[in-house]
């Protein structure tokens, strides 16, 4: 069986179709790689705020998710990529709202740029389940 792939409609589609959102590969339990994540809208935009960037990668790896027959408790690995210390706090407490208590493994890290100069946070997720 091959790896299924998982780009969901409702969010921005990969650039110039060089990746997927999300592969699900198959054996006991299925697991879920998510590639990076930005605060992209469905139309393309990037929000100013890293406020509004953080919650759109959120809403963006929620529909991911979704289209996989997952959620955030599915997580076993979230690596989170920021421009600054201060903006990992900010980050972290919308992170932590929208996981509501699940607990899994998670990485920070300040970087010095990420691939669009607007983006202000990034985040790469596997998620594995058992059906």
């Keep these: 069986m091959a790896n299924k792939l998982h780009n969901p409609p409702t969010i921005a589609p990969p650039a110039r179709n060089l990746y997927a959102h999300g592969v699900e590969a198959p054996k ?23 406020e509004e960037q953080t919650e759109q990668m959120m809403k963006n790896i929620r529909a991911i998710l ?6 955030f408790a599915d997580i076993v690995k979230f690596n989170a990529y920021c421009m600054s210390a201060e903006d990992i706090i900010t980050y ?9 208590g699940v607990q ?16 202000k946070v990034e ?5 594995a389940r058992q059906d």
């Design 92 to 100: 972290a407490g919308i992170r932590n709202r929208h996981f509501a």
């Design 66 to 71: 979704a289209s996989a027959g997952m959620g």
């Design 28 to 50: 006991d339990s299925r697991h879920l790689y998510v590639a990076g994540q930005v605060g992209v809208r469905p139309d393309g935009t990037v929000p100013e705020s890293l």
């Design 104 to 119: 899994t493994a998670t990485t920070a890290v300040v970087v010095s740029g990420l691939a669009n100069p607007a983006w």
């Design 123 to 127: 985040a790469d997720v596997i998620a």
